[in-house]
């Protein structure tokens, strides 16, 4: 019988490992072990012949009998329209990956004792619509509907300030360079302890761990190529050969960044050999990419309006940025402080089940922003706050009842009189310097068979080129004029910060003239 349980989720579902953490009520975050060696377990996913499912080390021990029924990688082909082939039958992306949610969900329901409360998955800030609705589905059809997307820069960040004091309106940037794939992306942390994206995060879907280890094996066969061309690859034991070189060259790639160099193994059929590699030719080999990288998180600063001096540090994120070259490039290049994250391959999933918890407005988005942040004032300039907007349109409104309200007492007294005068022409309310969302301008109309030619003398109100354009209500001395709300804005991304307005309002509504005299011809009889 299953406990009674309050507890949040996180899963990291990354290309080459996935990770869980649990958030209960006053407890700090916790990691989940996965795999009976470490807290994470392989993405890689074995789809037996009686539809059975094995995920993790027993899916990779498959892939030595049975290699044509494992599939690895799969998050880089979400989106991607052609289905995968597994041993003859199609196996579309989004649906693997909803099951390995499903799978985790269910290890952690088992080990807690319940269900979690809520669900918060990550993925790439740099996903859009199409991505993130194929990701839906998949996990849809796995039966997880009620789940929170958070971006892994953001779970990052939360998982970094709950760390390291961040004070609020502090700004760091992303660097997360994982097992497959690339994003940066600037943050800022708000007043009420969340953090706000901004700018435009910037990805590169196929960069990552499997490809340096990639660079590692061509590396290798490149000195024994004369051997790797009389192999046999039908044969299974030349299959399984080849497995285990390249398991040793990811193990030297990652030993590269503790050492200077390492030796290589090589095992093959009727070959023994070892490859030596040094730490400078592999960053050699690989600076290219990791240069495009720092290029990338450069763009991303720009398009948050900031130069690298405005941030507070870069924050690393991913197995893969535990390479030396990735810091001494970002500290050379952009001269900022670097913080490395005490570890690496579960903070994600660490950082999402504390958003999770806190609930947060930034959990609320379904897609990653597409353009970069809209700044019309000082980023040291105080943030108008969403609760006084409703104050200041209910005396725009008041402004303009009254204004209404004089017009039709001015009416009925000329109309006592025998005139038909109904008012000047564009008589305005409006409050100065304050955003356009919130200037409602009433125009009266002028009946020019009745009233006399004059001009307003109000002044036009300018308002900032980012804000959108006022709402104008024509209004008559028998309604009051309607006034329409400012229209929402629909990308929660871009971020338009606006001087707040000034305490004082001014309504420019001038009197009109005095009546006729009383005519002095006698009545006629």
Not at 178 to 203: K, M, S
Request: proline share 10%; charged share 20%.
């Amino acid at each position: 019988m299953l406990r009674a349980v309050v507890y949040q989720l996180g899963v990291d579902l990354g290309t080459t490992f996935t990770a869980a953490a649990v958030h209960r009520t006053s407890t700090s975050a916790e990691v989940v072990a996965l795999s009976p060696r470490s807290a994470s377990v392989a993405s890689v996913l074995y789809l037996g012949e009686d539809s059975g499912v094995l995920v993790g080390e027993a899916a990779e021990r498959r892939a030595v009998t049975d290699p044509e029924r494992v599939i690895r990688e799969f998050k880089r082909r979400i989106g991607d329209p052609t289905p995968l082939m597994v041993a003859g039958s199609p196996q579309h992306a989004h649906e693997l990956t909803g099951f390995l949610a499903r799978w985790v969900v269910d290890r952690v329901t088992e080990r807690e004792g319940a269900a979690p409360d809520r669900i918060a998955i990550t993925h790439p800030a740099g996903w859009g619509p199409h991505k993130m609705a194929r990701l839906t589905e998949g996990l849809r059809a796995a039966g997880l509907d009620d789940v929170v997307f958070l971006t892994e820069p953001e779970a990052a960040a939360v998982h970094y300030a709950s760390a390291q004091r961040i004070e609020p309106g502090g700004t760091i940037a992303v660097y997360d360079l994982g097992g497959g794939t690339f994003d940066a992306a600037v943050l800022r942390r708000t007043e009420c302890a969340g953090f706000e994206l901004l700018g435009r995060p910037e990805g590169i879907e196929r960069l990552g761990g499997i490809d340096f280890d990639e660079v590692v094996f061509d590396h290798v066969r490149a000195s024994i190529t004369d051997v790797v061309d009389e192999l046999d690859p039908e044969d299974p034991v030349t299959v399984a050969a080849v497995a285990r070189l390249r398991r040793d060259c990811t193990e030297a790639k990652e030993a590269l960044s503790t050492d200077t160099e390492v030796t290589i193994p090589v095992l093959l059929p009727g070959t023994r050999a070892q490859i030596r590699l040094v730490r400078g030719e592999f960053e050699a080999m690989i600076r290219p990419a990791l240069d495009d990288t720092v290029e990338a998180l450069r763009r991303t600063v720009r398009s948050a309006g900031l130069e690298p001096e405005d941030l507070a540090a870069v924050l690393l994120v991913g197995g893969s940025s535990r390479i030396p070259l990735v810091a001494q490039l970002i500290s050379m290049e952009l001269g900022r402080p670097v913080a490395v994250d005490t570890d690496q391959s579960t903070s994600v999933a660490t950082g999402a089940a504390l958003a999770a918890f806190d609930a947060r407005p930034v959990l609320t988005r379904t897609a990653p922003p597409t353009r970069p942040v809209v700044t019309t004032a000082p980023l040291s300039a105080p943030r108008q706050r969403g609760r006084k907007r409703p104050k200041i349109i209910v005396g725009a409104t008041g402004i303009m009842a009254i204004g209404v309200a004089a017009l039709a007492a001015v009416t009925w007294a000329d109309r006592s009189t025998g005139t038909t005068t109904t008012g000047e022409p564009n008589q305005t309310a409006t409050v100065p310097n304050a955003p356009a969302e919130l200037n409602v301008r009433a125009t009266v109309p002028q009946n020019p068979a009745t009233s006399p030619s004059r001009t307003s003398s109000s002044a036009p109100t300018t308002t900032p080129a980012s804000a959108s354009k006022p709402t104008t209500t024509t209004a008559t001395t028998t309604a009051m004029p309607r006034i329409e709300p400012p229209t929402p804005v629909v990308e929660p991304p871009v971020t338009t910060t606006f001087s707040p307005p000034p305490p004082s309002v001014t309504s420019s509504i001038e009197t009109p003239p005095p009546p006729d005299p009383p005519s002095t011809r006698p009545p006629a009889p």
